[in-house]
T-cell receptor
């Protein structure tokens, strides 16, 4: 079945540091890949997505490239801010002949804390 | 701009009690989902619905029931609550999409219901 593996957390960085959160996946069909962010006490918000190989998703300075050859979708940001402190989830939605119904498979989440 | 609204936001139950969590969306989405979030385990799908009057089991359906009598509402029921069901529950909805677009529509999430069962 489908699965998503994220790097172990938590991750603690100083403001303006470079961020990478690793994500690898296993899927049987043609997955779309997502990064969601969860701020304290809130639900998940879509951060970015990529729907086919070599697509790059980007938003708010975050980027991730869909790498089919390495089955990866690593999240990066060049300079993090305190306001980026949150939990980040990698997820995939597989397409398998129309029966997937958009169900998401999530990684376990990575807690990011950014200090001033 | 309500999006996905979940009620209640917090609830404490005793073992064996029953309750219903309500999810309402105002985006006319076909698909709706219930997840539970537990520490270190990400979100796991409980049940989902692909349209009014239809429901299906997800990854962890045992102990839960659902109903989708109206397109905008998706109810999650616990008939006899157990401590193992202590969790944060999230509802989500999304557009249907077509072809390979079935997979690439994002889900929109509510703010969650924090449920404790003593």
């Amino acid at each position: 079945g489908d699965s998503v593996t994220q790097m172990e957390g938590p991750v603690t960085l100083s403001e303006e540091a470079f961020l990478t959160i690793n994500c690898t996946y296993t899927a049987t069909g043609y997955p779309s890949l997502f990064w969601y962010v969860q701020y304290p006490g809130e639900g998940l918000q879509l951060l970015l997505k990529a729907t086919k190989a070599d697509d790059k998703g980007s938003n708010k300075g975050f980027e991730a490239t869909y790498r089919k050859e390495t089955t990866s979708f690593h999240l990066e940001k060049g300079s993090v801010q305190v306001s980026d402190s949150a939990v980040y989830f990698c997820a995939l939605s597989d397409y398998a002949g129309g029966t997937s119904y958009g169900k998401l498979t999530f990684g376990q989440g990575t807690i990011l804390t950014v200090h001033p | 701009n309500a999006g996905v609204t979940q009620t209640p936001k917090f609830r404490v139950l005793k073992t064996g009690q029953s309750m219903t969590l309500l999810c309402a969306q105002d985006m006319n989405h076909e698909y709706m989902y219930w997840y539970r979030q537990d520490p270190g385990m990400g979100l796991r799908l409980i049940h989902y619905s692909v349209g009014e009057g239809t429901t299906a089991k997800g990854e962890v359906p045992d102990g839960y029931n659902v109903s989708r009598l109206k397109k905008q509402n998706f109810l999650l029921g616990l008939e006899s609550a157990a401590p193992s069901q202590t969790s944060v529950y999230f509802c989500a909805s999304r557009e249907r999409g077509t072809g390979v677009g079935v997979g690439n529509q994002p889900q929109h999430f509510g703010d969650g219901t924090r449920l404790s069962i003593l």
